[in-house]
């Protein structure tokens, strides 16, 4: 049964995962177009953002998740893990899109505030760090899924352990500078 419910926690929030990871991973492919979010403006001497938070990282993380909604919904569509499935993926690109910019806002609200109490980018700041893409996930999804709250606390646990698990793995493969 714990099994189940954190395989479901895990399939629904695929789209945000891979929003989440998609600025690491096209960072290399596209190194030419890091054009930061914040356009390098600063507020009280210190930068809004910071560079590490580029346009392409958020495109293409809402892109990622769109990509990854579809695939659930071709899976879905063909009866293929329905019993993990805790939607109806019919309407995957607003899920993926939903998904991913929560996920992207979430990531950018938290590096706002992490800037602000002069956190260097890359710093660890347990637990947002790990929580701040689910929870943009989840409150941009709320208006169209609303979660029990034994899965809202799965989603929260689960994604906490396996970010702190991937970036460390990221980081020991040379994939992240950092293991935060």
Do not use: C
């Amino acid at each position: 049964m714990v099994f189940i419910l954190i395989l479901k926690a895990f399939y629904f929030m695929l789209p945000a995962y891979f929003a989440n990871m998609a600025p690491v991973i096209v960072k290399k492919l596209f190194n030419k177009t890091a054009v930061p979010v914040d356009f390098n403006k600063k507020i009280n001497g210190k930068p809004m953002l910071g560079k590490n938070k580029t346009w392409r990282g958020l495109m293409f993380g809402i892109l990622f998740a769109i990509v990854v909604a579809f695939f659930q919904f071709l899976l879905f569509k063909n009866n293929f893990l329905l019993k993990i499935s805790l939607i109806d993926y019919s309407n995957w690109l607003l899920f993926g899109a939903l998904m991913g910019s929560g996920a992207m806002i979430g990531d950018l609200i938290k590096s706002l505030f992490k800037r602000r109490l002069n956190y260097e980018p890359g710093q660890s700041f347990i637990p947002f760090d790990q929580i701040d893409f689910v929870a943009g996930a989840l409150i941009f999804t709320y208006p169209i899924i609303k979660l029990p709250l034994e899965m809202l606390i799965t989603v929260i646990l689960l994604s906490f352990i396996l970010d702190i698990a991937i970036n460390h793995l990221s980081y020991y493969f040379k994939i992240r500078s950092e293991k935060w």
